[in-house]
Antibody
Framework: QVQLVQSGAEVKKPGSSVKVSCKAS????????VTWVRQAPGQGLEWMGG????????KYAQKLQGRVTIIADESTNTAYLELRSLTSEDTAVYYC?????????????WGQGTLVTVSS | DIVMTQSPLSLPVTPGEPASISCRSS???????????LDWYVQKPGQSPQLLIS???NRASGVPDRFSGSGSGTDFTLKISRVEAEDVGVYYC?????????FGQGTKLEIK
């Protein structure tokens, strides 16, 4: 059964960038998409964007356009989220999750989450 | 963007009693294929969200049958027939019909 394993917590300065990885263990992203969702402290869930690795063309939330890049490496079954020009409002737990892409069956499974803290 | 609205936002329940959460969308989630692209997720304390129900009424693998989903179009409901202590958490509805996927505000279920 596939598990998504994310990279560890990060502490970043305002204005810097962060890159979070998400590796599929025990399976692959073949025939699936990868979606990224974030959750600010004490807040709800926010869709950031996603990518279908076999196609390679990502979609992004409008509010993050220009600051976010999502890529996927099929050879290593790893997806990456890069967020630039960080501010304190980007402090959040970032989740990757497998997205059915072709025929809906919900977002499942979710990674364990990566806490990104932006602080001077 | 499709706006998702849940109620109530807080739900204290006595163990063994039923519970119900409502979710409304600002536009129909009924796809041309006849399915409603509405999911339910639960985030238990200190954990990642996990899928409970997809396509409005399909329980995910391993989800107890005391959980059920219903509804169509713009109005959906998650019901728990008999709440157990392990059901504590925040429940979210989400539409997967179009990007950006959007979530409800979350309903915090707690045990009385």
């Amino acid at each position: 059964q596939v598990q998504l394993v994310q990279s560890g917590a990060e502490v970043k300065k305002p204005g810097s960038s962060v890159k979070v990885s998400c590796k599929a263990s025990g399976g692959s992203f073949r025939n699936y998409a990868v979606t990224w969702v974030r959750q600010a402290p004490g807040q709800g869930l926010e869709w950031m964007g996603g990518i279908i690795p076999v196609f390679g063309t990502p979609k992004y939330a409008q509010k993050l356009q220009g600051r976010v890049t999502i890529i996927a490496d099929e050879s290593t079954n790893t997806a990456y989220l890069e967020l630039r020009s960080l501010t304190s409002e980007d402090t959040a737990v970032y989740y990757c999750v497998r997205d059915p892409a072709f025929g809906w069956s919900g977002l499942d499974p979710w990674g364990q989450g990566t806490l990104v803290t932006v602080s001077s | 963007d499709i706006v998702m609205t849940q109620s109530p936002l807080s739900l204290p329940v006595t163990p063994g009693e039923p519970a119900s959460i409502s979710c409304r969308s600002s536009q129909s989630l009924l796809n041309d294929n006849g399915f409603n692209y509405l999911d339910w997720y639960v985030q238990k304390p200190g954990q990642s969200p996990q899928l409970l129900i997809s396509l409005a009424s399909n329980r995910a693998s391993g989800v107890p049958d005391r959980f059920s989903g219903s509804g169509s179009g713009t109005d959906f409901t998650l019901k728990i027939s008999r709440v157990e202590a392990e059901d504590v958490g925040v429940y979210y509805c989400m539409q997967g019909l179009q990007t950006p996927y959007t979530f409800g505000q979350g309903t915090k279920l707690e045990i009385k």
